[in-house]
T-cell receptor
Framework: GAVVSQHPSRVICKSGTSVKIECRSLDFQATTMFWYRQFPKQSLMLMATSNEGSKATYEQGVEKDKFLINHASLTLSTLTVTSAHPEDSSFYICSARARTGKGSPLHFGNGTRLTVT | AQKITQTQPGMFVQEKEAVTLDCTYDTSDPSYGLFWYKQPSSGEMIFLIY??????QNATEGRYSLNFQKARKSANLVISASQLGDSAMYFCAIETGTASKLTFGTGTRLQVTL
């Protein structure tokens, strides 16, 4: 089945540093990937849509300069949290579709738990 | 804009019993899809079942079935013969038009007891 790999699974960083999270589609190509954020005991909130070879599309209220997205190949999208602060601590999870068309589910990575100290 | 509402923050069910998790939605788009995902404590999101707005029959996938009532805008998930491993968060989500992105509800935490 379609597999999305996300790395790292956990990261602790100091305030002011940047953190890069990788999302790879292992057995399919993904022209589009989605980045979600989930606060404890809350729902998933879409942050941005990552488009291969072009700029990402950010949801309202998401700072594009803070959350840099690069989708340089058909199998890799990266999310960089720049100048991280404690309020950026959260669970970040990426997803992609293995096929187009109605009913094709999003396949999710295992998520990255970011803690900013 | 589309919206998903899950009114049950938590549910308990006894092992081997069936349980229904509620989901209502709101969208003005005539073409949409409804998804259910399971999120265990480990965090991964596991796809369970899909229902298209034009599908005539309720979707079923093994022990999962979707009670789709279009007029009431509800898409409840029914889990039959609950197992201890079914304990997790369950999210309902909607996709509309060509946006391809999913909007999630707030989730229901299901606990299966002996």
């Amino acid at each position: 089945g379609a597999v999305v790999s996300q790395h790292p699974s956990r990261v602790i960083c100091k305030s002011g540093t940047s953190v890069k999270i990788e999302c790879r589609s292992l057995d399919f190509q993904a022209t589009t990937m989605f980045w979600y954020r989930q606060f404890p005991k809350q729902s998933l909130m879409l942050m941005a849509t990552s488009n291969e070879g072009s700029k990402a599309t950010y949801e309202q209220g998401v700072e594009k300069d803070k959350f840099l997205i690069n989708h340089a190949s058909l199998t890799l999208s990266t999310l960089t949290v720049t100048s991280a602060h404690p309020e950026d601590s959260s669970f970040y999870i990426c997803s992609a579709r293995a096929r187009t068309g109605k009913g094709s589910p999003l396949h999710f990575g295992n998520g990255t738990r970011l803690t900013v100290t | 804009a589309q919206k998903i509402t899950q009114t049950q923050p938590g549910m308990f069910v006894q092992e081997k019993e069936a349980v229904t998790l509620d989901c209502t939605y709101d969208t003005s788009d005539p073409s949409y899809g409804l998804f259910w995902y399971k999120q265990p404590s480990s965090g991964e999101m596991i796809f369970l079942i899909y229902q298209g707005s034009y599908d005539q029959q309720n979707a079923t996938e093994g022990r999962y079935s979707l009670n789709f009532q279009k007029a009431r805008k509800s898409a409840n998930l029914v889990i039959s013969a609950s197992q201890l491993g079914d304990s997790a968060m369950y999210f309902c989500a909607i996709e509309t038009g060509t946006a391809s992105k999913l909007t999630f509800g707030t989730g229901t935490r299901l606990q299966v007891t002996l």
